[in-house]
């Protein structure tokens, strides 16, 4: 297994060191707690070895979009991409410090953690309209996909006409349900993943070099 | 006094004369008031995109915390007139929407063609 990883790795390099174009800018967008950075580390991990930052059970620990520049991936079909992932924080439209106060937060700290989180969320709505070439929209399989913040995104991304896979993320939890967001996006392509185990990463990796290529 | 929630109905007509920051505006300063807003004909994308990012700037701690927002899905046209539709590029649009204060309108049951809410006084 490690000979694999080893042996990506250097793919990985060569290809960046010969495709010296413009990398796509892809972005992790989905809700709050969706496991976002989770995979984005999964991705970034996988080809570079390195990681784009921390994951808490606490909404919001993302508060800043990341960018991780020229990551090659070469897909088990064959082909390759050479992508800026972008980890961003998760949309919503609303967020309440009080919340926070349940996660064992004090007052202060949960109130830069809400003030922090709306500009994170403002953040990530501009580089949507602004600066995202495709999005990996990920969803938390044990929860209702339904939420509109999730009909809304997916509407806007649509309407940038940008190209979007849909990963039906924690498919290790055991109440997971991932056909569920299959039935509600059945125009895009939906991933079945563990971020958090790496489960089935391989299909996603493909599907990005199709997707994104 | 009689206590209660202010509802705004807002027709299409009335939509349809307002650019979308004006819209994005009426919308914000009703939800702030407490009011609850349900908008004959939804936002369009780029609008939706544009409320989020704002109602964003607007959060304040121990008082303004967001909006709930619900709309219905979009209705596929069938038949012919669907075809036409599809063969000239124009999208089904947003439907009937509501919107209000994220600590006063909360959603109870959503289906293809049902919202259920509920909505508490300040």
């Known amino acids: 297994m490690s000979f694999l990883i080893r042996a990506k790795k250097k793919i990985s390099r060569f290809l960046r060191f010969f495709l ?11 809700p709050p707690n969706a496991g976002k950075t989770t995979l984005a580390n999964r991705i970034v991990r996988d080809w570079t070895g390195d990681a784009v930052g921390p994951v808490s059970e606490i909404p919001h620990e993302t ?25 961003t924080p998760g949309v919503t439209t609303k967020i309440d410090y009080h919340e926070f106060l349940e996660y064992g937060l004090d007052k202060e700290e949960a109130i830069i953690r809400a003030r922090e989180a709306t500009e994170g969320v403002a ?76 489960r089935n990463v391989e299909a996603l990796y493909e599907e990005m070099t199709e997707h994104f290529g | 006094m009689m206590q209660g929630v202010q509802i705004d109905l807002i027709s299409e007509d009335r939509l349809a004369k307002l650019t979308s920051m004006e819209k994005i505006r009426l919308i914000l300063d009703d939800v ?51 075809f036409i539709s599809r063969l000239i590029g124009r999208k089904a649009s947003s439907r009937l929407t509501v919107i209000g204060p994220a600590n006063q309108l909360k959603m109870i049951k959503k289906e293809k063609d049902l919202i259920s809410a509920w909505v508490s006084s300040r």
């Open chain 1, 20 to 30: 010296k174009k413009k990398s796509a800018r892809i972005g992790i967008y989905g």
């Open chain 1, 63 to 87: 508060r800043r979009a990341r960018r991780k520049e020229n990551i090659a991936i070469t897909g088990t079909n064959g082909n390759s991409i050479v992508i800026d992932i972008v980890d």
């Open chain 1, 123 to 198: 953040e990530a709505m501009h580089w949507l309209r602004e600066d995202i070439d495709g999005v990996i929209y990920v969803l938390d399989s044990t929860l209702d996909p339904f939420m509109q913040v999730n009909i809304m995104m997916v509407g806007i991304i649509e309407s940038r006409k940008l190209p979007v896979i849909i990963v039906a993320n924690k498919i290790d939890l055991p109440d997971a349900a991932p056909t569920r967001i299959k039935g509600a996006f059945p125009q895009h392509p939906v991933i079945f993943v563990s971020g958090l185990e790496g």
């Open chain 2, 32 to 82: 702030k008031e407490g009011n609850i807003i349900v908008l004959e004909k939804g936002l369009a994308p780029e609008e939706a995109s544009k409320l989020i990012e704002l109602t964003m700037m607007e959060i304040r701690p121990d008082g303004f915390t967001g909006i709930e927002m619900e709309t219905y899905p979009e209705s596929e046209s069938v038949g012919f007139s669907g």
